[in-house]
Nanobody, 120 residues
Framework: QVQLVESGGDLVQAGGSLRLSCAAS????????MGWYRQAPGKQRELVAA???????LYADSVKGRFTISGDSAKNTVYLQMNSLKPEDTAVYYC??????????????WGQGTQVTVSS
C-alpha cells in the first residue's frame, strides 16, 4: 500500500509565497516521476510541475519562473516552492507519483489534495 501525504496549502495574499510538500510512503521500490497538479473550481485538473527520477523538471507555462519543484529521493518527498502567487493560482493542489511497488506493480498514486487560496 502506498500513501501520498501533502501539506503546506494556505491562504496567502497575491505576491506571496508558499511551499508545498508531499511525502510518499509504503511499499515503494522505485519512483519514476513525482509531480504536482491543480484543479480550480469548474476547471479540469492540470499539470503544474513534475520531476523525473534523473532530476529533469518540467513546468506549465503559467508557472515558469515563479514555481520551483524539487525532490529528496532519500525521503521520497517532493516540494513545490511557489513565489509571486497570483489569484489565478487558487486551486486544490494534488501530488502525484508514478512508482513501482515491491509487488512489481507500476501505477500512479494521488494525494488527498491541499487547498491554496490567493487573495487579491
Amino acid at each position: 500500500q502506498v500513501q501520498l501525504v501533502e501539506s503546506g496549502g494556505d491562504l496567502v495574499q497575491a505576491g506571496g509565497s508558499l511551499r508545498l510538500s508531499c511525502a510518499a510512503s509504503g511499499s515503494i521500490f522505485s519512483i519514476n516521476t513525482m509531480g504536482w497538479y491543480r484543479q480550480a473550481p469548474g476547471k479540469q485538473r492540470e499539470l503544474v510541475a513534475a520531476i523525473l527520477s534523473g532530476g529533469d523538471t518540467l513546468y506549465a507555462d503559467s508557472v515558469k519562473g515563479r514555481f520551483t519543484i524539487s525532490g529528496d529521493s532519500a525521503k521520497n518527498t517532493v516540494y513545490l516552492q511557489m513565489n509571486s502567487l497570483k489569484p489565478e493560482d487558487t486551486a486544490v493542489y494534488y501530488c502525484n507519483a508514478d512508482l513501482l511497488d515491491y509487488s512489481g506493480i507500476q501505477d500512479h498514486y494521488w494525494g488527498q489534495g491541499t487547498q491554496v487560496t490567493v487573495s487579491s
